[in-house]
């Protein structure tokens, strides 16, 4: 089969060194996204021309580093549209933001017999912060449920509420299907009900332009890596007035005011919550990854992603034994399938040999796969270097993988 590569789409794998080095076939951004020169070299620069712990030095190098690690912070307020830099709050990943909201929001939020809604589509990230939670204060969980399409809607998420919910917290964009979630209309439903909302945007941040005052959610995640940035950092967005009421989550350097043995008091936010030497070089990385996606353009980014999922789904639907898993209203830059009655696993382990990553398994979303009756699925996921070309090849990737099932 010829590929039908052109120019542009050589000119944006070429700003990714991986594409150089690699004759891979990368369908797994949705479990991280590969780095552009830019970050990459962004990284290299700090260590190499101003690296120095950061807050508390009086000499040159520290206060360079200080003024760009809190620059990142401004790239994350203006790239999501929060109100203060204060509201962002520099953590490892999405799962620690849900711990930290699921932690200390819960000690001032949850009381026993209260009520968290989460939606059938969630990441376990997701799911497991708000158990330990409602287990400490004696909280029940409800679950808003997807159709057999993969949607949820915002009736669905409706009603499970009653006066005793005191979160919702969801998925922008499921990581196992794709599907698109109302938020907005749901955050707008639950703000008039005095409801926390927490939207999980690991697979929304890196894809949709994200306005978290438009929303109205009060918490907003994601992590770096999968929008292009390092690994080892991550963002909670919290509006300011809940997290300067909220009670720290870890202790120690940094995120006091005064300290002595018999009591502590605590720094402003964001430094309340960002205990010990944080990830300098991720932060500046997520920065610059930040950066040069709004250089590109999120509408563009998004406009991209729909043309390849939609050149996807085509390609991959023509295939005679696919089953697409989830056909949503609204769908992101993912799509799960299983073909005829090969395992994912072997599907996913005999695609590696044509050079063509693709995730297989639950995708840390066991509920989703429990809706369907299923254990795992072959899941593609796309970033902005994708094309139409690396569904032929996943396509043809599919068809030999057939082959060799059809000799055995
Ligand atoms: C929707 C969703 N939520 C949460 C996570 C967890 O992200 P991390 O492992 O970066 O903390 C992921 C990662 O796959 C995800 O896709």
Redesign the pocket.
């Known amino acids: 089969m010829i590929k039908t590569q052109t120019n542009k789409e050589a000119d944006i794998k070429s700003d990714f060194p991986i594409f150089k080095n690699n004759d891979i076939i990368y369908l797994d951004s949705?479990?991280s996204a590969q780095k552009p020169n830019l970050v990459i070299n962004s990284i290299n620069d700090v260590y190499s021309n101003y690296y120095a712990n950061i807050n508390r030095g009086v000499y040159t190098l520290s206060q360079i580093a200080t003024d760009k690690y809190e620059d990142a912070r401004e790239v994350v307020k203006e790239f999501i549209n929060a109100e203060s830099s204060k509201e962002i709050i520099f953590v490892?990943?999405?799962?620690?933001a849900?711990n930290l909201v699921a932690s200390s929001v819960s000690e001032i939020k949850l009381k026993k017999n209260d009520e968290i809604i989460l939606s059938r589509l969630e990441?376990h990230?997701?799911i497991v912060p708000w158990q330990i939670s409602a287990k400490k204060y004696g909280a029940k969980i409800k679950i808003a449920e997807s159709d057999e399409n993969g949607n949820v809607s915002c009736e669905a998420v409706m009603k499970e509420v009653s006066p005793k919910t005191k979160f919702i917290c969801i998925?922008h964009?499921?990581?196992a299907l794709g599907t698109i979630l109302p938020v907005k209309e749901i955050c707008t439903e639950a703000k008039s009900r005095g409801i926390y909302t927490l939207i999980?945007g690991?697979?929304a941040a890196p894809l949709l332009g994200i306005d978290v005052q438009d929303l109205g959610c009060d918490f907003y995640v994601f992590?770096g890596?999968?929008t292009y940035g390092p690994t080892g950092i991550?963002v909670l967005y919290g509006r300011k007035e809940i997290l300067s009421e909220t009670p720290p989550y870890q202790g120690g350097g940094d995120m006091i005011d005064r300290v002595t043995f018999e009591h502590t008091t605590y720094a402003d936010i964001p430094s309340k919550f960002e205990a010990g030497t944080p990830n300098i070089a991720g932060a500046i990385g997520l920065g610059e990854a930040l950066k040069w996606m709004k250089k590109i353009g999120m509408k563009n980014i998004h406009k991209h992603s729909q043309k390849v999922i939609s050149d996807g789904l085509n390609i991959l639907g023509n295939i005679k034994g696919i089953r697409i898993i989830g056909e949503p209203n609204n769908r992101g830059g993912v799509i799960s399938f299983l073909y005829k009655n090969i395992h994912p696993h072997d599907m996913g382990t005999l695609l590696n040999s044509y050079n063509i990553a693709v995730r297989t398994g639950h995708?840390?979303a066991q509920p989703t796969m429990d809706r369907y009756k299923i254990s795992s699925t072959v899941r593609a996921s796309i970033g902005y270097y994708n094309t139409k070309s690396d569904f032929e090849a996943l396509a043809e990737g599919i068809l030999k993988v057939s082959k060799v099932f059809e000799k055995n």
């Not at 490892?92 to 620690?96: D, L, M, S």
């Open positions: 949705a479990a490892k990943g999405a799962t620690e849900i990441h990230s997701n998925t964009i499921s990581n999980d690991c697979q992590s890596h999968k991550g995708h840390c």
